[in-house]
């Protein structure tokens, strides 16, 4: 592939990807927008939640403390 080839498929994928991450941040605005403030902090606590115990998942098996099953 030459370079010129190279950057426009480069090109055609950053287009693409910043197409997709204006509507999900459109898409997202609007969900935040129309789900009440309690539902919403709710949401968010439980979605921390989660990355907590995947960070202490993962911390847990690259210490050798848990092993693959």
């Known amino acids: 592939m030459s370079i010129t080839g190279m950057a426009t498929s480069m090109f055609a994928a950053a287009v693409i990807l910043a197409a997709m991450m204006f509507v999900g941040a459109w898409f997202g605005?609007?969900?935040?927008?129309?789900?009440?403030?309690?539902?919403?902090?709710?949401?968010?606590?439980?979605?921390?939640?989660?990355?907590?115990?995947?960070?202490?998942?993962?911390?847990?098996?690259?210490?050798?403390?848990?092993?693959?099953i």
Do not use: E, T
């Not at 129309?34 to 911390?59: D, E, K, N, Q, T």
């Open 29 to 68: 605005a609007y969900l935040a927008n129309h789900i009440s403030g309690p539902h919403l902090r709710l949401m968010f606590g439980i979605f921390i939640c989660c990355l907590g115990v995947y960070l202490i998942y993962g911390a847990l098996k690259r210490l050798g403390w848990l092993y693959r």
